[in-house]
C-alpha cells in the first residue's frame, strides 16, 4: 500500500475509534443551525515531516474554529496512543516510541460534530 492510503485508514480507525461520524444532511438542517459554521481542526505546530530528537520538549499545536463551543480534543498517534487530551501539549521526543508517526489530532464540538486533522513526523 502506499503512504497516503496507511493515512486514510489510520485516520478513519482512530475516527472510529473515537467516536466520530459523519452527520448526513438531514441531521444537520435546522433554523438554529444556519449560522454555525462548520468546524474546522488544523494542527499548527510541528509541521508534517518533521524529524524530532533528544530531550528538549516539543509543542504540539492545535486549533479549531466553527461548529458548537466547547471543544474536546484528542491527541493520539499511530505508535504510542492517546498523547494528550488538551488543544496544546508539549512532550521531549526522548518519551516517544522511535520511528514513523501519524499524529492525529480529533476535535469534538458542543454538537456532537467531529473534526480531525493529521501530520506525519519521525522520532529519532
Known sequence: MNAKIILLLVCLAACLVSGCSDQGEDEKA????????????????PATGSVLSGDKAVSFDGEATGGKKPYTYRWSSSLDGT????????????????????????????????????????VL
Not at 499524529?103 to 480531525?116: P, R
Open 83 to 122: 498523547l494528550s487530551t488538551e488543544s496544546s501539549f508539549a512532550k521531549p521526543p526522548s518519551e516517544m516510541s522511535k520511528g514513523r508517526y501519524v499524529v492525529i489530532l480529533t476535535v469534538t464540538d458542543g454538537a456532537g460534530t467531529c473534526g480531525q486533522a493529521s501530520i506525519t513526523v519521525t
Open 30 to 45: 435546522g433554523p438554529s443551525d444556519e449560522s454555525i459554521s462548520e468546524l474546522a481542526v488544523a494542527i499548527t505546530a
